[in-house]
């Protein structure tokens, strides 16, 4: 299986990206997927999941901003991002679980995309 993150760029704050995941070799339909960001000299932190029931989870300073949603049919995860900061500003990485949780715990997934860039100017 390989995942696929893209959709990042260059915004100016308060804009909005949508983020795409997509899976090759078999659907995710009953993974959970999260997305992580990782910006330079920080640690990889949480930003939002989906279970494979489609529960959603968000990190704080995700919720009110952030919204998560599938397309089985395309087998792919979507990360819509509204009223983009500057701290905003990370590469952002999708990554499965088989577990079909939605886990904000990146041990507990199995496959990771190679990431996007996202950039909010200020």
């Not at 009953?30 to 997305?35: A, E, T």
């Not at 489609?54 to 952030?66: I, L, V, Y």
Request: overall charge neutral; hydrophobic content about 30%.
């Amino acid at each position: 299986v390989q995942l696929q993150a893209f959709g990042g760029g260059l915004v100016q704050a308060g804009g909005f990206l949508r983020l795409s995941c997509t899976a090759s070799g078999r659907p995710f339909t009953n993974y959970g997927i999260g997305w992580f960001r990782q910006a330079p000299g920080k640690e990889r932190e949480f930003v939002a999941a989906d279970s494979w029931m489609h529960e959603a989870r968000f990190a704080d300073f995700a919720k009110g901003r952030f919204t998560i949603s599938r397309d089985n049919a395309k087998n792919t995860e979507y990360l819509q991002m509204n009223n983009l900061k500057p701290e905003d500003t990370a590469t952002y990485y999708c990554a499965e679980t088989r577990r079909g949780t939605g886990s904000e715990n990146a041990g507990e997934y199995d496959d990771w995309g190679q990431g996007t860039q996202v950039t909010v100017s200020s």
